[in-house]
């Protein structure tokens, strides 16, 4: 069974960077799946971030390339999300997914409350 | 960006009831549009991909169709499990996005 777990600070302060992993489990992050991180700020809708391959490649939404890096780690089978200069905007539940090649999202972790404060 | 748009945002509907959420795209995504249910705290769901494929473990009393720019998402008989907000989402290209929800209440 698949799962994906996201863990991170659940506060950042304004202007740090937000730093969030997602170990997956039951699965190997190197079989060929994107995998991906999607926000959802309090009481809106779902915002796609960015997707990473098992080999690196990176696509980010043009909104946020300038502040975001995505990694993957096969040795840990794990993927991370870095967020820089954040702001009370970035406040959100931030879920990690995994997107079989050419599908949807289909396997998510529960979401990790990130809140921006100083 | 392709953008998505969610009709209607606000859905009331009685258990047994058929209804249909539509999800418009601003330019043509073929078939690459999924369909997803999330509950409150909870993280989205799949329901539907490839425009009309179900996810497996879903019931099949959501049913998706269309391909282009036009597309809906039925559910053939409420059940008072459903009452939740559906997403739509383009997966044609890069970035990826999101239809706005519908919201989903019991009347």
């Known amino acids: 069974q698949v799962q994906l777990q996201e863990s991170g600070p659940g506060l950042v302060k304004p202007s740090e960077t937000l730093s969030l992993t997602c170990t997956v489990s039951g699965h190997s992050i190197s079989s060929g799946n994107y995998w991906g991180w999607i926000r959802q700020p309090p009481g809106k809708g779902l915002e796609w971030i960015g997707n990473i391959y098992h080999s690196g490649s990176t696509y980010v939404t043009p909104s946020l390339k300038s502040r975001v890096a995505i990694s993957v780690d096969t040795s840990k089978n794990q993927f991370s999300l870095k967020l820089s200069s954040v702001t009370a905007a970035d406040t959100a539940v931030y879920f990690c997914?995994?997107?079989?090649?050419?599908?949807?999202?289909?396997?998510w972790g529960q979401g990790t409350v990130v809140t921006v404060s100083s | 960006d392709i953008q998505m748009t969610q009709s209607p945002s606000t859905l009331s509907a009685s258990v047994g009831d058929r209804v249909t959420i539509t999800c418009r795209a601003s330019q043509s995504i073929s078939s690459w549009l999924a369909w997803y249910q999330q509950k409150p705290g909870k993280a989205p769901k799949l329901l539907i991909y490839?425009?009309?494929s179900l996810e497996s473990g879903v019931p099949s009393r959501f049913s998706g169709s269309g391909s282009g720019t036009e597309f809906t998402l039925t559910i053939s008989s409420l059940q008072p499990d459903d009452f939740a907000t559906f997403y739509c989402?383009?997966?044609?290209?890069?970035?990826?996005?999101f239809g706005q929800g519908t919201k989903l209440e019991i009347k």
């Open positions: 490839k425009a009309s």
């Open positions: 997914a995994k997107m079989p090649s050419s599908d949807a999202f289909d396997i």
């Open positions: 989402q383009q997966y044609n290209s890069f970035p990826y996005t």
